[in-house]
T-cell receptor, first 112, second 112 residues
Framework: QKEVEQDPGPLSVPEGAIVSLNCTYS??????FMWYRQYSRKGPELLMY????GNKEDGRFTAQVDKSSKYISLFIRDSQPSDSATYLC????????????FGKGTHLIIQP | DTEVTQTPKHLVMGMTNKKSLKCEQH?????MYWYKQKAKKPPELMFV???????INESVPSRFSPECPNSSLLNLHLHALQPEDSALYLC???????????FGPGTRLTVT
């Protein structure tokens, strides 16, 4: 089973707030975890990529993976109105020809 | 060159037409993918090419025909489509099938 659960929102927060986005999954074989940002009518833009468990930070973005809990998170610090978009988590097993399994996406709104 | 390009950006076609979508990358990526995305839904995997060979076909109807002429190009040939095939068609590539995928901007297809 390759189901990935993600709350579709919308999630509305004031500018400057810390945003927490999450996904849970059931397939313990997933090893590669990604977060994409997608603006309306555009292709997904890769934000963060993590292999296995751990944390990764890039500017205002932090990705966390907890494989024991099958839970991944994306934190956005000092949120800006330009961060308003749909955020998709995605994952794959790896080790073979395998496409990405996506969550439904969370629609994030940053209020000025 | 660190991006995936797709042409055309928009396409309107009748149900009896034959058209092709094109995707190109010059990053040396050896895996390329076609995804279909309906409004407010996550991308759904259609095809995976690994080292120019079709490795995954997710039970896609035969009216969609992929082609990988070389390691930089990926085409999707369309014939006798239905109105419900209207969607954003996304191409992606990755260095191999175990690392992150980069997406193109997509082709917005409308079938009339």
């Amino acid at each position: 089973q390759k189901e990935v659960e993600q709350d579709p929102g919308p999630l509305s927060v004031p500018e400057g707030a810390i945003v927490s986005l999450n996904c849970t999954y059931s397939n313990s074989a997933f090893q590669y975890f990604m977060w994409y940002r997608q603006y309306s009518r555009k292709g997904p833009e890769l934000l963060m990529y993590t292999y296995s468990s751990g944390n990764k930070e890039d500017g205002r973005f932090t990705a966390q993976v907890d494989k024991s809990s099958k839970y991944i998170s994306l934190f956005i610090r000092d949120s800006q109105p330009s961060d308003s978009a749909t955020y998709l988590c995605a994952m794959r097993e790896g080790g073979g020809a395998d496409g990405l399994t996506f969550g439904k996406g969370t629609h994030l709104i940053i209020q000025p | 060159d660190t991006e995936v390009t797709q042409t055309p950006k928009h396409l309107v076609m009748g149900m009896t037409n034959k058209k092709s979508l094109k995707c190109e990358q010059h990053m040396g990526h050896r895996a390329m993918y076609w995804y279909k995305q309906k409004a407010k839904k996550p991308p759904e995997l259609m095809f995976v090419y690994s080292y120019e060979k079709l490795s995954i076909n997710e039970s896609v109807p035969s009216r969609f025909s992929p082609e990988c002429p070389n390691s930089s190009l990926l085409n999707l040939h369309l014939h006798a489509l239905q109105p419900e095939d209207s969607a954003l068609y996304l191409c992606a590539s990755s260095q191999d099938v175990s690392v992150e995928s980069l997406f193109g901007p997509g082709t917005r297809l409308t079938v009339t």
